[in-house]
């Protein structure tokens, strides 16, 4: 296998996991956030979605970060007639954002990132041996 493909395939995997962490960690951080007037919408969930597209210089499939969904399921309501986002009723809607369904996806996310960072290493290994042996 080519070492520069394989660097390339990997890079596009941790670029595209980074980009994943950034919005998975957006989400946790707007968790439960209230919508700045009364009855209006709070935060929406992102979803990260991926694409894989040809790379012409490295002759290979890469992946990339695709559009950012926006999660439809409905928001979480919760009575609370005291806060100032509360509507007539004193329901105020929170984002449809579940602590565990965003920290098992950052977990998987690490996990893809670290396995594309093993890839480099085992990469810039291979080339170092190459190297070494070329030498003697």
Not at 16 to 43: C, F, L
Not at 46 to 69: M, Q
């Amino acid at each position: 296998m080519d070492f520069m493909k394989s660097l390339g395939i990997a890079a596009s995997g941790l670029k595209a996991q980074s980009g994943r962490m950034r919005i998975i960690a957006e989400n946790i951080a707007n968790a439960d956030s209230t919508a700045k007037t009364a009855g209006g919408e709070p935060y929406r969930r992102k979803v990260p979605t991926f694409a894989s597209r040809f790379d012409r210089e490295l002759d290979a499939k890469v992946i990339e970060a695709g559009r950012i969904a926006r999660d439809p399921s409905p928001f979480r309501t919760k009575y609370d007639p005291g806060n100032p986002a509360a509507d007539a009723r004193g329901e105020v809607r929170l984002p449809n954002v579940n602590g565990l369904i965003e920290n098992m996806d950052m977990r998987e996310a690490q996990r893809s990132y670290e396995a594309n960072l093993n890839m480099v290493t085992a990469t810039r290994r291979m080339i170092s041996r190459t190297l070494d042996i070329l030498k003697a």
